[in-house]
């Protein structure tokens, strides 16, 4: 599914505002956003999916803009943080109820999840009455990856995948993505402060800084230096206001 923003302007007070004036991510892709804290990440992602008000200007997915449709939303899945879970559940009825509301039926959901079992650990899935609230971190972070992943969907958006996982996780992870993109073409949005990880996974990457898009290249053996060499930097680099022609695009 396409991604198109058109003169976004987010602004929270005097302290902080996100401006991108264009940026696409075509249909089929791999586009990483990373950023230090405080960057913008969050609220773009939040902006994309339509859980923020924008001040100014819109984003469009497969050409509907987002707060003004909800066809989008059924080819659509994501996994920003916690509040996306839910918490008095176990792994088992969570995944159950969210396969639900993609009409997928109960054997549907137990045949998609057959690839996600090795994912898991200490038996989080199957017989495991622990509700997702008493699971570990990393653990309840792989339960709302796996919902994300479970609907197959057009659009998958990922908020710090790798957080919390252990090494052997994390490497599982890269595998179910590119599993996904192959098997689904699935366009996919994937930010996370691990720069080796995310470009690994995407083959676009654009850093945000102070809410405005300061680079976005196409990802090649030299991005992983090239990142790690912007963030190493002593001396911020001032990211010019953006003008009405300003573009970001990933393809």
Not at 186 to 200: A, R
């Amino acid at each position: 599914m396409r991604l198109e923003v058109q003169n976004l302007v987010k602004r929270y007070g005097e302290a902080f505002t996100l401006s991108i004036p264009e940026l696409i991510v075509e249909d089929d892709s791999t586009f990483g956003l990373v950023g230090n804290n405080g960057a913008g990440k969050t609220t773009f992602l939040r902006l994309a999916l339509d859980l923020l008000e924008a001040d100014d200007g819109g984003v469009f997915l497969g050409g509907e803009r987002v707060d003004r449709s909800v066809a989008w939303k059924t080819r659509t899945s994501a996994h920003l943080d916690d509040a996306f879970l839910i918490d008095f559940l176990t792994p088992d009825e969570f995944l159950s109820f969210v396969g639900s509301t993609y009409d997928l039926s109960p054997g549907e959901i137990d045949a998609r999840l057959d690839p996600f079992r090795s994912f898991f650990t200490d038996d989080v899935l199957g017989q495991n009455t622990r509700y997702i609230r008493d699971l570990s971190t990393g653990n309840a972070k792989k339960v709302g990856v796996v919902a994300a992943l479970l609907p197959q969907p057009d659009l998958l958006v990922l908020d710090e995948p790798f957080a919390n996982l252990d090494p052997r996780s994390q490497i599982q992870l890269k595998d179910l993505l590119a599993r996904q993109r192959a098997d689904h073409s699935s366009t996919m949005i994937v930010s996370s402060h691990d720069l080796l990880h995310v470009t690994d996974v995407c083959e676009r990457i654009a850093v945000l800084d102070d809410g405005r898009i300061a680079r976005d290249e196409p990802t090649t053996e030299e991005t992983l230096k090239d990142l790690e060499a912007y963030f190493s930097r002593e001396t911020p680099v001032e990211v010019p206001p953006p003008s009405g022609n300003g573009s970001a695009r990933a393809t």
